[in-house]
């Protein structure tokens, strides 16, 4: 039945309005079957938009659906981050103090303060080399050379990912991809590259200077691996800030002894965005992934 319904719009992965990575998210999504939840999220055409209802599961604090332009996801990550913002600053009171716990098509997902921010409990991830063939063609829509592939990997956390560890941040940023190669593909793309220090710096610096210009005083923490992440067979060119990838990024590339347990990652640059992913890797092997998040837009949709 169609009625108004709380609405919030969510920028993720920033503390400065418009520099992030935006979530529309319904506060009360019961009653929309997948067709209306599909059709909004066609609407908005956002990277994503999500459906707050009751859980199901006695753990947790609320049930989430995740849909994409082109069709719904088991788990993504900044609609998580911004989902549970939204949920928090509607009224939801967690029942545990500290703690939130969301249900989705790919189980509960454990999500915890850190101070100003949110972080999320990575899923497990899955891990599979690409076949040879696959990586070829898609080095060729990326436009990159054999030998700036460092290494490759099809990584799966609920959304999977063929994520490809590039010669430098320079490379990453750089890229200009073939997007109708790609979705012929049929395979989402992520790509990440270490910055080096100077570069680094250089980043921060221009990223808080235009922060600024917005009245925020900007980024601290110089990144350590620029990411961009390319989706079109499910309808997004390029995500401007992946909770997912980066989580399955982290849980490769830590364990490879690529990265270490606790870094900054940027991304959306190439986008002029300006995301920060915050990783950390605690004592039980656990990776979590935070993000500061602001509400842009509240208010009623009528669905």
Excluded at 53 to 60: G, I, K, N
Excluded at 152 to 178: K, R
Excluded at 186 to 201: D, R, S
């Amino acid at each position: 039945m169609t009625r108004h319904r709380p609405f919030a719009q969510i920028d993720v992965f920033s503390a400065v309005p418009g520099y992030g990575n935006p979530v529309a998210v319904v506060l009360d999504g019961s009653g929309l079957d997948d067709a209306d939840m599909q059709r909004f999220a066609r609407w908005t055409n956002l990277s994503e938009t999500t459906f707050v209802l009751p859980p199901t599961d006695p753990q947790a604090d609320y049930a989430l659906r995740i849909f994409t332009p082109g069709g719904e996801l088991p788990f993504a990550g900044h609609p998580t981050l911004g989902s549970c913002f939204a949920w928090l600053a509607g009224g939801g009171r967690p029942k545990s103090a500290g703690r939130i716990v969301q249900q989705c098509a790919n189980g509960l997902v454990p999500i915890r303060r850190e101070g100003e921010r949110l972080a999320f409990a990575a899923p497990p991830s899955r891990q599979e080399a690409p076949s040879p063939a696959m990586l070829a063609k898609v080095a060729q829509a990326l436009g990159v050379q054999a030998g700036q592939v460092l290494r490759a990997q099809s990584l799966n956390n609920g959304p999977v990912w063929l994520a490809l560890q590039l010669d430098s941040a320079d490379t990453v940023l750089a890229l200009e991809p073939n997007h109708a190669q790609l979705a012929s593909l049929g395979q989402k793309i992520g790509v990440v590259g270490l910055h080096q220090p100077q570069a680094a710096t250089q980043l921060i610096s221009r990223s808080s200077r235009e922060a600024r210009a917005f009245g925020n005083g900007g980024h601290r923490e110089a990144p350590l691996i620029e990411v961009r992440a390319f989706a079109a067979p499910i309808g997004v060119a390029e995500d401007p800030v992946t909770g997912s990838l980066n989580a399955s990024l982290a849980q490769w590339l830590i364990e490879a002894g690529e990265l270490p347990a606790s870094y900054t990652a940027a991304q959306g640059t190439a986008l002029g965005r300006a995301g920060r992913v915050h990783v950390s890797r605690d004592d039980e092997g656990q990776v979590w992934v935070g993000g500061d998040c602001v509400g842009l837009i509240r208010g009623e949709v009528f669905l």
